[in-house]
């Protein structure tokens, strides 16, 4: 198997488990309900992961999750090595996935051009 593919998959296997575990096992009361792990980047030498999630809630909701993930980054580890066989666990840095308010953004202005051209008088398609 080539080296990109076991990346790959350990990303892959990493999200799945994080995920488990962020919402099961994780009790800090500053944790937004609705917390995603989006993506999972694990470095050459598998000993440093960035976890991307996804939060939803207000500002101060998303800063309170990150840090309570990051707080129970230790904990969070050490209840996933359990799951995945690894000679040594990653440290994890989680990090804010802002795609999906960056889609929103990008929908609600496309909706707003549309608009805009439907109300646009007589403007001919080819100016």
């Known amino acids: 198997m080539t080296e990109g593919k076991r990346v790959k998959r350990l990303n892959s296997l990493l999200k799945e488990v994080l995920s488990e575990v962020i919402t099961q096992e994780v009790k800090d009361p500053r944790m937004a309900p609705l917390v995603t792990v989006t993506q999972v980047e694990i470095s050459k030498d598998l000993h440093q992961a ?6 939803i809630g207000s500002e101060k909701e ?16 050490v209840n996933a090595s359990k799951k995945v066989t690894m000679r040594y ?6 990090k804010l996935d802002t795609t999906v308010d960056q ?3 990008i929908d609600s202005l496309l909706d707003q051009i549309h608009r805009e051209e439907e ?3 007589d403007a001919s398609p080819d100016t």
């Open 119 to 121: 109300n646009r008088p």
């Open 103 to 105: 889609q929103m953004k």
């Open 89 to 94: 666990f990653p440290t994890l840095t989680f």
């Open 62 to 77: 998303r800063r309170d999750t990150l840090e309570a993930l990051e707080s129970a980054a230790g904990f969070i580890g």
């Open 50 to 55: 960035k976890v991307y999630v996804s939060i």
